[in-house]
């Protein structure tokens, strides 16, 4: 299993549609995951951490699995302005730095 | 605060050049590092730093050196540009608290080696 995976996508939705993006990892010792945006030519943004079971904040909910190793990002009533790359981030075995996914590509449109 | 700045924005290199991408941050992160991204990968890590004076190799460091001399600066040098290096190279930092996890990116400087 690679470090980090993530369907590239892309997903092409309708404005007030709900995506789902599920991300693999195979570090079993992870403790903490993190989902960062990347719009179109700019810098990564954090976007949310899970440090347990998930994280919900206002549309976006992250939640985690352990036993198959997986983290999801949810988005409810998704926006023209959620169009963008959704990375997904681990930290690697020795705790000294992030590592991420190729990304998943979100458009939405009206 | 600024942030993160990176300069310069954009560069073209003639293979075998070397060049300097600079990276200060003002907000007295002790964490910082560097990444490459290529077309539809992930990010990479070139280099990273716990502090003035501690530098160390991340996933991708051949043809690249760093210094931090200060809290506040992390140059990254190509000492001989490659049209492997041609990439998008993006600084970040972390506060003290939160090594490795919340990490504050600069806008990124696009590199083409030709």
């Known amino acids: 299993r690679k470090e980090v995976e993530q369907d590239p996508g892309p997903f092409n939705v309708p404005e007030g549609a709900t995506v789902a993006f599920n991300c693999t990892y195979s570090n079993s010792a992870s403790q903490s995951f993190f989902w960062y945006r990347q719009d179109c030519r700019k810098e990564p943004k954090l976007l949310m951490s899970v440090y347990s079971s998930g994280n919900e904040d206002g549309r976006f909910t992250a939640q985690l699995n352990r036993a198959s190793q997986y983290i999801s990002l949810l988005i409810r009533d998704s926006k023209l302005s959620d169009s963008a790359t959704y990375l997904c981030?681990?930290?690697?075995?020795?705790?000294?730095?992030?590592?991420f996914g190729k990304g998943t590509t979100l458009s939405v449109s009206s | 605060n600024a942030g993160v700045t990176q300069t310069p924005k954009f560069r073209i290199l003639k293979i075998g050049q070397s060049m300097t991408l600079q990276c200060t941050q003002d907000m007295n992160h002790n964490y910082m590092y560097w990444y490459r991204q290529d077309p539809g990968m992930g990010l990479k890590l070139i280099y990273y730093?716990?502090?003035?004076?501690?530098?160390d190799k991340g996933e991708v460091p051949n043809g690249y050196n760093v210094s931090r001399s200060t809290t506040e600066d992390f140059p990254l040098r190509l000492l001989s540009a490659a049209p492997s290096q041609t990439s998008v190279y993006f600084c970040?930092?972390?506060?003290?608290?939160?090594?490795?996890?919340?990490?504050?990116f600069g806008p990124g400087t696009r590199l083409t080696v030709t």
């Open positions: 970040a930092s972390s506060p003290p608290d939160r090594f490795a996890y919340e990490q504050y």
């Open positions: 981030v681990v930290p690697n075995q020795a705790g000294t730095a992030l590592i």
């Open positions: 730093s716990v502090g003035a004076g501690i530098t």
